[in-house]
């Protein structure tokens, strides 16, 4: 009977326990999106204020197309950034965000990228670009929460969103035509 009741507790506890921490999940990506869509903000747009610095950087590293490639970083951090801070398209605008860290770690960070391979990812994660990698993978997995301007449009524009992104322009392939041939 004592176990029983030790079970039901520590069950009850857990259930409490997991609903308390969903609670908190939209506050933590408020956070991240707001910490790294800043600070991707600052880093894109002080590189298109001083243009020439990049460009010098790209050349001196033999990055092909190195003034085109300097805006394109250059914007991508800056709208990524203010996109990612305000959480508006926020899956969409990580994709080019993780492209970009990607082209990071593969021009200026091989050494650690080596190591990682090697079973040492103390040199990854320590690199400067992992934390933007990071959060950007963060929201394109779990979305920008529902403090965002995604979250918002949701609620303005979609009263039951699970029922009405099943029933939009996408059918399953169970109600297709090709299945009733």
């Known amino acids: 009977m004592k176990k ?6 520590a069950r009850t506890g857990y ?3 997991i609903i308390g921490t969903s609670r908190l999940q ?9 910490v ?4 991707l903000f600052e880093a894109g747009s002080g590189k298109l204020l001083h243009i020439d610095k990049p460009i010098g950087y790209f ?3 033999g990055i092909p197309f190195p003034v085109e490639n300097a805006y394109l970083v250059g914007c991508t951090e800056m709208f990524g950034g203010i996109f990612l801070a305000l959480g508006l398209l926020g899956r969409l605008t990580a994709i080019p965000l993780i492209i970009n860290i990607i082209v990071a770690y593969l021009t200026t960070e091989q050494d650690a990228l080596h190591k990682l391979i090697h079973f040492n990812p103390d040199a990854f994660i320590s690199a400067d670009p992992f934390t933007y990698l990071l959060a950007a993978v963060i929201v394109l997995v779990f979305g920008p929460g529902t403090y965002s301007a995604d979250g918002l449009l949701t609620r303005l524009f979609l009263r ?11 059918r399953s392939l ?3 035509p090709i299945e009733k041939i």
Do not use: H, Q
């Open 4 to 9: 029983l009741l030790v079970f039901d507790l």
């Open 15 to 17: 259930g409490y326990l």
């Open 26 to 34: 939209s506050a933590f990506l408020l956070g991240i999106r707001l």
């Open 36 to 39: 790294w869509g800043l600070e």
């Open 59 to 61: 050349t001196s590293l």
């Open 160 to 170: 039951d969103p699970k029922e009405k992104l099943t029933k939009g322009p996408i």
């Open 174 to 176: 169970a109600s297709s």
